[in-house]
């Protein structure tokens, strides 16, 4: 079975900085997506970025990237220029590509991101 | 587009009672989820539905019943609340390999 884990619960930044959060998965399948959700206080599950596993190239959304290293099976999430914002709970998820009942999405247990005026 | 939609936002239930937690998707999405969150958790999957007469057990279906009847809809049935399923409950839907979206949650308190 799929695994995803976030190692880090609580991360702190200063506005305008950079902060990395760390995410972890194992599988035994070579195709699969991997995500990042957002959370803010509203509990909305807001998708900030994906990821196919079939791409080598990392995924950018404005200020968010990631770092995919499938060798280490490793997704990390790097925000640039922090914004207050952006303060929330990240969750790392990770779904099979092979279709059918395995769309389901594996989450992390989440990383508390605050942002520091 | 309203995306997906769940009512009630948030309810309070005596242990023993039942309810339904409403779900609807106006994105012709073939794939529909149910999953909980409990404090400082990730979410879990309770069931889910590849398409209109179809469902089947997640992770932690015991306590829940799931039906759906149409591609619009997919409603979540508690029987005999018990504390344990105090949580926040999301719907979620999904065209096949495309993004997933979900709904903005259902906040329940079993006392």
């Known amino acids: 079975a799929q695994t995803v884990t976030q190692s880090q619960p609580e991360m702190s930044v200063q506005e305008a900085e950079t902060v990395t959060l760390s995410c972890t998965y194992d599988?035994?399948?070579?195709?699969?997506?991997l995500f990042w959700y957002k959370q803010p206080p509203s509990r909305q599950m807001i998708l900030v970025i994906r990821?196919?596993?079939?791409?080598?190239q990392n995924a950018t959304e404005n200020r968010f990237s990631v770092n995919f290293q499938k060798a280490a099976k490793s997704f990390s999430l790097k925000i640039s220029d922090s914004q207050l914002g952006d303060a929330a709970m990240y969750f790392c998820a990770y779904r099979s590509a092979t279709g059918g009942a395995t769309n389901k999405l594996i989450f992390g247990t989440g990383t508390l991101l605050a942002v520091q005026p | 587009n309203a995306g997906v939609t769940q009512t009630p936002k948030f309810r309070i239930l005596k242990i023993g009672q039942s309810m339904t937690l409403q779900c609807t998707q106006d994105m012709n999405h073939n794939y529909m989820y149910w999953y909980r969150q409990d404090p400082g958790m990730g979410l879990k999957l309770i069931y889910y539905s590849v398409g209109a007469g179809i469902t089947d057990k997640g992770e932690v279906p015991n306590g829940y019943n799931v039906s759906r009847s149409t591609t619009e809809d997919f409603p979540l049935r508690l029987e005999l609340a018990a504390p344990s399923q105090t949580s926040v409950y999301f719907c979620a839907s999904q065209r096949y390999q495309e993004t997933q979206y979900f709904g903005p949650g259902t906040r329940l308190l079993v006392l």
């Open positions: 990821q196919e596993a079939y791409k080598q």
């Open positions: 599988t035994s399948e070579s195709d699969y997506y």
